[in-house]
């Protein structure tokens, strides 16, 4: 077979942009994970909603992207508090399988909730004007607007990282996924922090959707489509490293681009099968510690 | 999943009882069998029999789905796959391979049984949330493939089955005679899982759910435990899936869709997780909630999603679950 070397290396760019979203949902989800021992289904629903965030934030006040990208993630976050402190709370000290059922349902809840009032079809928002056009990369020309998510996307991910593992605040979360107990009677207000770390987890989410919004088409099934697809990236990494999710989400996002080229058919089911490699290679995930 | 924390799962210490247990069967249990019994019977003359049989083909699946929630303690969220590919490969063998009503429905239920040897080889080697993650992950896999194979018909699904004749001798084109088997079916998987949970093989299985080191530590292999319980319950699920699509003529892609798991998942919790008949009114429960919701389009899914919030925070041990406690009695 003869391939084109500038289709691979167009639909791997691509593939990139994927990848950003991959690893901003996977990262948040391992926080959470981390700290709540919760697996939040809802993750999906919440990037949905920053995409819906910011399309009702531009057709109701007019406020366009730029704007939007700081706006969505206060709202999403403020959100995530609410259904913390309302309804993940109280299932802290059940098993664990409770706060799976209960983020699904409240997944299934927002997103009935949006379809019954927007429809199921997909909704247009708008590249912002200062990012139109394109770049001539000798292989593709990739639009400007696709190399600023894959750009700002990097480095969100990355700061996110820099906070967990270099500041003294990422320190008090890392300690507190650890051993909740102890870092408790070294005076931490560790509940608090635990509604901090999922409203700042489905945050980075909401922001993921706004940045996803001009690229996919607004819909509601657009999150739980994804969330799925992350919840195999994580099982492929493991939960253990925060630079391992950014990683391996970037890493399958590639890798689905290349697929895209070379065998279309397979490009849907490409992570699914890594995920199976890896269980059987090694079970706990590329960058998983043991349980 | 392990239930560690067994206080909110129903608990169950068997005790053994040399008392009178007709079909093998506790008395409050018996009783609740009597009742189903006549429900089944008197049912069709009060509702549209082919919706009944829907119900009864889903109570089968949440059966199934039971076995390994309830009394393994495994969480899988990929049943869709063994309840979707036994649909396909029924309606398949039965549209085009001449296969009969006995022989469809074997083959559904293999493969279930095949596909959930894979499924299971692969995910037992995680447990908890990661079972659960990996079978949602491994079933997704499966509808992506079946969207795109050409034996499935793609959006069209395999379309007019044949349901053909059970034994040679009944007619199965007439809704009533289809009825009446489908009932019987259900009726007598309802006393095999009784009977397979307090089996032997059930106990142990339970013991693994309560404390799986404790249970290797008695001399169990616990992963081929749960690999047994696995498999045993996707080819259940294969043979419902199979039984869905003989019934409604056709296979689709929403029974291989996530849709068709979440749906054992809710029905196993309203009903009572870890309770024989809590699948029976579990399934009655949500078919009708989305039978009589079904003219309002999305208001299927958000009704869906409080029962599901709704069930986890107030009534989490499932109707059945609650009413066992209250009566202080193992339903």
């Known amino acids: 077979m003869d391939f084109n070397m500038n289709l691979i290396l167009g639909q791997m760019v691509l593939g990139l942009v994927n990848g950003v979203f991959y690893a901003i949902l996977s990262l948040g989800l391992s926080v959470i994970f981390g700290l709540l021992g919760v697996i939040n289904f809802a993750h999906g629903v919440f990037f949905m909603l920053g995409a819906f965030a910011a399309y009702m934030l531009g057709e109701l006040f007019g406020i366009g992207y730029w704007p939007a990208l700081l706006l969505v993630p206060l709202i999403i976050g403020a959100l995530g508090l609410v259904v913390e402190v309302t309804l993940i709370r109280s299932l802290y000290k059940l098993d664990h399988l409770y706060g799976l059922l209960l983020t699904m349902g409240l997944a299934f809840a927002i997103e009935g909730l949006i379809r019954i009032t927007f429809g199921p079809q997909g909704l247009p928002y708008n590249i912002p004007d200062s990012l139109r056009g394109a770049i001539n990369l000798g292989f593709m020309f990739l639009p400007y607007y696709r190399a600023w998510v894959v750009v700002a996307g990097i480095i969100l991910c990355v700061t996110v990282w820099l906070v967990i593992e270099r500041t003294p605040l990422g320190a008090k979360l890392r300690a507190a996924t650890d051993n909740p107990q102890m870092v408790q009677a070294f005076g931490i207000n560790v509940p608090v922090m635990l509604t901090l770390t999922y409203a700042a987890g489905v945050a980075l989410a909401g922001i993921g959707g706004v940045m996803a919004a001009p690229i996919m088409s607004v819909d509601p099934a657009m999150g739980t489509n994804i969330v799925i697809v992350v919840f195999a990236v994580v099982v492929i990494g493991g939960m253990g490293s925060i630079f391992g999710s950014i990683l391996t989400g970037l890493a399958l996002g590639l890798l689905e681009g290349f697929t895209k080229a070379v065998f279309a058919e397979a490009s849907s089911t490409v992570i699914f099968v890594v995920m199976v490699i890896v269980l059987i290679a090694r079970p706990r995930g590329l960058f998983g510690k043991m349980a | 999943m392990t239930m560690a924390d067994t206080k909110t ?95 469809a429905l074997l083959m559904g239920t293999v493969t279930g049984a095949v596909l959930g040897l894979i499924f299971g080889w692969v995910a037992i080697r995680r447990t908890g949330l990661y079972f659960a993650m990996i079978t949602l992950a491994l079933a997704q896999m499966v509808y992506f493939i079946c969207l795109q194979a050409p034996f499935t018909g793609g959006e069209d699904g395999v379309q007019g089955v044949p349901r053909g004749t059970f034994l040679g001798i009944l007619d199965l084109r007439n809704d009533w005679t289809l009825y009446w088997l489908v009932g019987a079916i259900l009726l007598a998987i309802i006393i095999l899982s009784n009977r397979v949970v307090h089996s032997p093989f059930g106990q142990v299985l339970r013991a693994i759910r309560n404390n799986p080191n404790r249970a290797k530590s008695l001399g169990y292999n616990v992963d081929r435990y749960k690999l047994y319980a696995f498999v045993m319950s996707a080819a259940l699920s294969g043979f419902a899936g199979g039984l869905k699509a003989i019934i409604f003529q056709i296979a689709t892609l929403t029974d291989v869709s996530t849709i068709a798991s979440t749906e054992a998942v809710l029905i196993t919790l309203v009903g009572g997780i870890g309770t024989i008949f809590g699948p029976v009114v579990g399934s009655m429960i949500v078919l009708s909630l989305e039978h009589y919701l079904a003219p309002y389009g999305p208001w299927v899914m958000f009704t869906q999603g409080i029962v599901f919030v709704f069930f986890v925070l107030v009534f989490r041990k499932g109707l059945l679950g609650e009413i066992q406690d209250y009566f202080k009695t193992k339903l």
Do not use: D
């Open chain 2, 9 to 103: 799962m129903s608990n169950t210490t068997t005790v053994a009882t040399t008392g009178f247990q007709p079909l093998g069967f506790s008395p409050a249990r018996f009783w609740l069998m009597v009742a189903t019994t006549l429900a089944v019977i008197v049912a069709p003359f009060v509702l549209y029999p082919i919706f009944l049989m829907k119900i009864y083909c889903f109570i089968i699946f949440a059966i199934a789905y039971n076995l390994l929630l309830g009394y393994t303690g495994l969480m899988s969220f990929g049943h869709a796959a063994f309840w979707g590919m036994g649909a396909y490969l029924t309606a398949y063998s039965a549209a085009n391979w001449g296969f009969g009503f006995e022989m």
